[in-house]
């Protein structure tokens, strides 16, 4: 009877671990927290300092010893400790008070395709010692092709493209599982990098990620735009040190960001050539889906179709469709297990 009652009181959680930002999905209440992937440590103490919002602020404006660090590179855990003090810190936000012994969550964490059992088990630990009771992996397009209600389960072809800060996963679904699968080490963080490499190959200007990233969203495109734009770009002068403004169009960016398009359409059009003819069928009408903060560039879904010529969209609020989808399973677990990887083998001994 305690047992069962301490299991209510634990609230089931989902979490879309991503490289840029972490959306944490509470069973029964829905996206509670939208925070940025970042960690500020203390390196002479090792102590954690700040989280999410507050490390954010912290990039570029800590002394020597301290950094604020970003803890999974391309989705995947590179730093183990700082990792599960970030999930122990979502977990604890859900849960304000202290947790009652045996009134650990369940956890469902999204992961890139095509991730090592290493880097499985790797997830799976940080979230035990975080504090989770039970640990279910689900692949990012899966559970973003649950968030836009496609109907994964059918025996129907469900395109689905998520481009994260991390990576870009392209996956063909059906009958609950995944047909085929891509994973790019190619997604928002590079094309920021593009920008930043843009900005010094062409004007000696260093500039910073906030202000690439600014660039990107405010006039960046993947196909011309009808209407010329035009944004400041702040930043410091390579051959003075001086600051410097320059005015750069959303041609400009977009040249930045050709290269790393182009290689994200390629892998789009490789999934369409490998995918079976009666599956390809089922995309034609259906179309290619496009999820994560990246399906946001201006002219996307414009160039894919022409690529393609597969109807493109994205789908509604593309940013938390990951989060959505992990959360639809956590509700309905019992009939959505079979979506979920497999981990039995990574159950850690109690």
Do not use: W
Request: neutral net charge; charged residues 25%; hydrophobic residues 40%.
């Amino acid at each position: 009877m305690v047992k069962k009652f301490l299991k209510f009181f634990a609230e089931d959680i989902a979490i879309d671990l991503g490289t840029a930002n972490s959306r944490v999905y509470v069973r029964g209440r829905g996206i509670i927290t939208t925070e940025p992937s970042v960690v500020a440590v203390n390196q002479k103490t090792g102590q954690v300092l700040a989280i999410g919002e507050e490390a954010k602020k912290m990039v570029g404006r800590t002394p020597a010893h301290i950094v604020a660090t970003r803890p999974l590179v391309s989705g995947v855990v590179s730093n183990f400790e700082v990792t599960e003090q970030m999930l122990r810190y979502f977990i604890e936000k859900v849960h304000k008070k202290r947790f009652l012994l045996g009134s650990r969550p369940r956890v469902i964490v999204g992961i890139p395709c095509g991730v090592t059992e290493v880097e499985k088990r790797a997830v799976c630990d940080a979230a035990k010692n975080a504090g989770a009771r039970e640990v279910f992996i689900i692949e990012e397009p899966m559970a973003a092709a649950l968030g836009a209600r496609l109907p994964v389960q059918d025996a129907g072809g469900n395109f689905i493209v998520d481009i994260g800060g991390g990576t870009t996963d392209i996956a063909i679904i059906s009958l609950g599982g995944i047909v085929i699968s891509k994973t790019l080490r190619i997604a928002g963080d590079k094309l920021n990098q593009d920008v930043i490499q843009f900005a010094q190959e062409e004007y000696k200007l260093l500039i910073g990620e906030r202000t690439a990233e600014m660039l990107k969203i405010g006039i960046g495109s993947a196909y011309p735009l009808k209407e010329k734009k035009q944004l400041p770009m702040r930043g410091r002068n390579l051959v003075t040190g001086l600051p410097e403004e320059i005015m750069v169009s959303n041609e400009d960016i977009r040249k930045a960001l050709e290269k790393s398009v182009k290689q994200i359409v390629k892998e789009v059009k490789e999934a369409v050539e490998e995918t079976p003819p009666e599956l390809l069928a089922d995309i034609m009408v259906s179309g290619i889906q496009l999820a994560g903060g990246g399906a946001l560039l201006k002219g996307l879904t414009t160039l894919i179709q022409k690529e393609t010529k597969i109807p493109t969209k994205i789908i509604e609020d593309p940013t938390t469709t990951v989060v959505r989808g992990a959360g639809m399973v956590l509700e309905n677990l019992d009939q959505l297990h079979e979506v979920l990887v497999e981990t039995e083998e990574l159950e850690i001994p109690k």
